[in-house]
C-alpha cells in the first residue's frame, strides 16, 4: 500500500521539482524591524594606551546603530590579527561587523569588514591628521557612510550654556564630549547659544549690561558683540539656514518673535502680534516656517507659521506644557522634537511627526530631560538631563549615550566642519 | 492415577504463559512504535492573527502626552509549536454505526452509488482546490493556503530586522528572495532573484528566511515561496 502510494505521487512530485521558482507562490514581508549590527573594534595596531580603539568605539556607539562587543570577550588569536581578516572567526565570536585600524605617526589605517561578505574589507583608506582624534572621527564619518550611504557627523561640535559654579558662560564641546573650550567670558550669566549655519559663530543671551540682550561671538571664542540691545527680552535666538536671525522680544510690552539683522540687530519684521507669550522660535529646513511657543489657547503649546508671520497654526494638543521646539533638518522627514511636561510634572523629550500629527515618547523614567538639539544629519539629537551632563540618543534606536558629564543648558548642534 | 485435570494441566499453564508473553510482546511493540513515531509540528487550524497582551486597567487620558509601552520586538527566534502527548488519554470514542434505513430503496442506492462515481470522474478533471484541513463547507480554494502563507509570513517577520541606520526610505527597489519548502518544513535553497541595490537591504531579506529557518510542514500544494521585502 505504502509503496502503491509512493508510485501514485512520484509523477507529481516530480512536477513539482521540474517546476521553475516562478511559479511558487509569492507573498510580501513588511514592516522591518531594526536591529543594532553586532560591532567588534578589536585592539588596534600601534595604539599604546588604547585612545584611538576607545574613542572609534564610543563613536560608534553614539551613532545608536552598532552594539559594540565587549572586547574581552574576543580571543587573543583574533586581538592579534592585525588588519587581516578572517571571517570564519569573527563568525564564532557574533560579530556582524568588525573594524580594524592601525596607527602609525600621524597616520591611520582603517579597515571594515562585514562577516558576511567574506574576507574582503568593505572599506579600507588612510587618514592623516594633525590630532589623532580628528583622523579617528574621519574614519568614524566614513564607517557610518558604508553601513547607512551617509557620512556620519563627528567633527561637529555642540554648544552649551555652562551651568556649574559662577557665572554660566557659553562652552563648545566635541560632539562626542571630548575638547570642550569655553568661548565667552561674560562675567555674567550667558544662556541659549546658537550656533551660525555656517558654524562660524554663535547668538546667544548674557546679562552683562543688566538686560538680556542678544551678543554673537565667534566658534573660536573671542570678543563678543552686542547686537539687540532693546528693553526687555532679546533672547531665544534661532538662525535659519540662510543666515536670517529670529529671536524673542519684548521691547513693546508683550513677548514677540521678531526677525532681526544678524549684523547690526536692525529690526526687519515683527512675526508674532497676539497678546499672549510668544517665545522659542525655530526654523523649518527650508526656511518658509518657523515653530513657537504660545500660551494663546491656554497652555504653552508648539504653533507653526509662515516665516514671515501670520497664519499661526497649532500642531500639539497633548499635554500641558510644550517648549522648545526643534524642527528637524531633514527635509525628507518632516518633525519636530520637543520638550513635554506630563502629568506626572516630569520633562521628556518628544518628537511630533509634522506629517501625521502623531507624537512620539523618547526619554522616559529617568528623570528630567529637556532641551533638544538636532545633529546637522536630523539621525541624532542632543539633549542635557537633570541626570548630569549632555546625553545623544538616536531617536530611530532610542539607543542613548551620555557624550559629556558637565552641568549644561540649552545645547546647540553646529554644522560639520568642511575640510 | 492422575485424574484428567491433573493431566491437561501442565499444557494448559504452557499456552496462557504464550498468550501472556504474546500480549506483553505487543504492548512492548505499541509503546516502541509510538515513542519512534515523528512529531508532527502543530498546524494552527484557524487564521493566523497577531495578538498583543493589553493590561487590563483605565484607558490613558488621551490629552496627556504618550508614554513608552511597547516592548522590545522578539530578535529570537521562535521555536515551532508542538503538542505534548499526554500518555493517559483515552482514544475517542468509535461512533457507532448508523442502522440502514430500511425506507431508502435497492434503486435509490444505485442511483447514489452512480452519483458518486460521477463526481469521481468530475474530481478527476478539475480536482478541487484547497487543503487538506479545509472545511466541507469552503468555497474559496485560495483562503488556506493563505492561512499557510500568513503562517510563514508571520514567522519571517519576526526576523525581518533592517541595520540601524538603514531608513526604509532608502528602499526603492524591493528585493525578492525564493527559497523551497521541505516536507518537514525547513527551507532550502535560500537565494536572492532581486537586488535591492543595497548589500544590507537584501541581507536584510535574505536573513529573515535564513533565520527562521524552519516553518509548519506545508501542504502538499506548496513546495516553496517567493518573497518581496516591502518596507
New interface residues.
Partial sequence: MVALVGVLAAPSAARAQAGGDEDLPAVQLSGAGVALLKLAVPRVEGDGDGAAAELLSKDMDITGLFQILDPASFPAQLQSEGLNFSSALWTQVGAQAVIKMKVAGGALDGRVYVVARGDTAVLSKSYRAADARDAVHEFANDVVKAFTGQPGVFGSRIAVAMTGRGPHEIAVVDMDGGRTSVVTKMGSDSLLPAFSPAGAEIAFTSYLRNNPDLWIVSAGGGRARRVSKEPGLNTGAAWSRSGALALTMSYEGNSEIYRIDPSDGRIEARLTNNPAIDSSPCFSPDGSQIAFVSNRQGSPQIFVMSANGGGAKRVTFQGKYNQTPRWSPRADKPQIAFTGRDERGVFDLFLLDMRTGKVDRLTQGHGSNLDPTWSPDGRLLAYVSTRGGLFVQNPETHHEVQVWKGAASSPSWGPVPRH | MPNEQQRRGPRRNFAGMIVTLALHGGVLVAVAAAHNKEEVPLIVSHDFVRAEMVKLGKPRD???????TQPP?P?APPQTLKVAEDPNAKPAPKEAPRPEDPKISKNLKNALERARKLEALAADEEPDQGALNGSKLGTSNTAV?DQY?AQ??GM??QN???????????IQNPPEI?FHITGDGTLTGIKL?KSSG???VD???VD?AKLTAKVPPPPPT??????????
Avoid at chain 2, 160 to 170: C, E, K, R, V
Fill in positions: 488621551k490629552f496627556w502626552l504618550p508614554r513608552i520586538r530578535t493556503g502563507q510563514v509570513v519571517l517577520h525581518y530586522n533592517f541595520p540601524a541606520g538603514l531608513t526604509l526610505d532608502q525564493v532573484v543595497n548589500n544590507f541581507d536584510a531579506c529573515a506548496v513546495r516553496g515561496m517567493r518573497v518581496q521585502c516591502e518596507k
